[in-house]
C-alpha cells in the first residue's frame, strides 16, 4: 500500500510556480494577483481562505482578502456583494478571483458565479469554464478534481480502460471529475460510474472500481468491504467531527475508513494531506494560467 502525499506533490508544484512567477519578474512582468472575497465566519471557509492567501506568498503571487460581515440579524445586501465582483472584473491588475462558498442562505450561489467573468474565474464554476470542459477546450477547470488528475499523473496511476467510480455528483467535484477522467488521453480514457443518493446497489458498484473516489461529504462512509484489492482509493471528505483530545476541538475526517480501507489499496490519499492541498495548488495554477493569458 502506498499513500499519495498531496503535501508533498502541492509543494513541489508551487515550487515550480514560485519559479515561473520569479522569472515572470524578472523579465518585467506583473506577479499574478489573485483576490479572494469571505462572507460571514464559517470556520472552514476561514481555514480555507487562510490556506489560500498562504499559498499565493509561496507562490510569489500578490493577493488579497475581501470580507463582508453578514449574520442573520444584519444579512449582508446582495447588492453590495455583486458591486464587489463587478469592480473586480473591471479591474487590470486582477488576475483571477473566487467568492468562497458557501454563502449564506439568502445570496443566490448560482448568480454570485455567473457574475463572475469566465476569464477571471480562477474556480472554474462558470458554465462557460464548465461547457469548456466537459467538451475538452482549455479553460480553468475547477480545482478539486484537478488536483485529483495531477495526483494520479505524479503517481503515474494508470487510468486507460479502467473503472473509475466516483461517489459523489456535486458541480464543484463530482461532475467536472467525470468529465476529466473519461476525456481522450493520459490521466483519462477510463470507463466513469458516478454514483449518488439513489444509487442502487453502491457496494458492489464501488467493489468494481480500479480507482475509487468518494466526494459525498459522509465521514468514513467507505467501509472495506466495499473496495476490491489494489483498488486506488482518493478520499476528497473533509467533514469536521469534534474532537476533545484536539486544542481545536475537531479533527477532519474523511469519507473512506482509513485505517480499515488502507491495506486493500494499491495507492490512497490521506486526510488531511491528500486532496486537500492539491486543491489550493490548482487554484494557484489557474492563476498563474490567467495572468499569462494577460501577457
Ligand atoms: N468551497 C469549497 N471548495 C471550494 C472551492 O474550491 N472554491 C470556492 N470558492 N469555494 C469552495
Redo the contacts with the bound molecule.
Keep these: 500500500m502506498n499513500i499519495i502525499d498531496g503535501k508533498k506533490v502541492s509543494a513541489d508544484i508551487k515550487a515550480e510556480i514560485a519559479r515561473e512567477v520569479e522569472e515572470r519578474v524578472a523579465a518585467g512582468k506583473r506577479r499574478p494577483h489573485l483576490v479572494a472575497i469571505l462572507v460571514g465566519h464559517d470556520g472552514g471557509?476561514e481555514t480555507?481562505v487562510a490556506h489560500k492567501v498562504k499559498a499565493c506568498e509561496e507562490c510569489g503571487f500578490k493577493s488579497t482578502l475581501i470580507r463582508f460581515e453578514s449574520t442573520p440579524e444584519a444579512p449582508l445586501d446582495p447588492a453590495e456583494l455583486m458591486a464587489t465582483i463587478e469592480r473586480l472584473n473591471a479591474d487590470d491588475d486582477v488576475d483571477g478571483f473566487?467568492?468562497?462558498?458557501?454563502l449564506p442562505r439568502h445570496i443566490d450561489e448560482q448568480a454570485v458565479i455567473e457574475a463572475i467573468r469566465p476569464e477571471k474565474d480562477v474556480?472554474g464554476?462558470h458554465p462557460v469554464n464548465v461547457g469548456k470542459q466537459s467538451v475538452g477546450l482549455p479553460c480553468f477547470h475547477?480545482?478539486?478534481p484537478a488536483g485529483i488528475v495531477e495526483l494520479l499523473r505524479r503517481y503515474e496511476i494508470p487510468t486507460r480502460g479502467k473503472n473509475v467510480v466516483i461517489v459523489g455528483r456535486s458541480n464543484?467535484v463530482g461532475k467536472p471529475l467525470a468529465a476529466m477522467l473519461m476525456q481522450k488521453g493520459y490521466p483519462g480514457d477510463a470507463t466513469v460510474t458516478v454514483c449518488h443518493s439513489a444509487t442502487e446497489g453502491l457496494a458492489e458498484i464501488c467493489r468494481r472500481a480500479d480507482i475509487l473516489v468518494a466526494a459525498l461529504g459522509r465521514p468514513a462512509f467507505i467501509s472495506a468491504d466495499m473496495v476490491k484489492d489494489g483498488a486506488t482509493v482518493i478520499d476528497v471528505g473533509t467533514t469536521r467531527v469534534p474532537d476533545a483530545s484536539r486544542k481545536s476541538g475537531f479533527r477532519l475526517s474523511g469519507d473512506v475508513d482509513f485505517d480499515a480501507v488502507a491495506p486493500k489499496c494499491s495507492f490512497i490519499t490521506p486526510v488531511p494531506g491528500g486532496v486537500g492541498p492539491m486543491?489550493i495548488c490548482s487554484?494557484m495554477q489557474n492563476t498563474l494560467q490567467a495572468a499569462r493569458l494577460k501577457d
Design positions: 471557509s480555507y473566487i467568492v468562497q462558498l458557501p474556480d464554476f475547477s480545482a478539486t464543484i486543491t487554484l
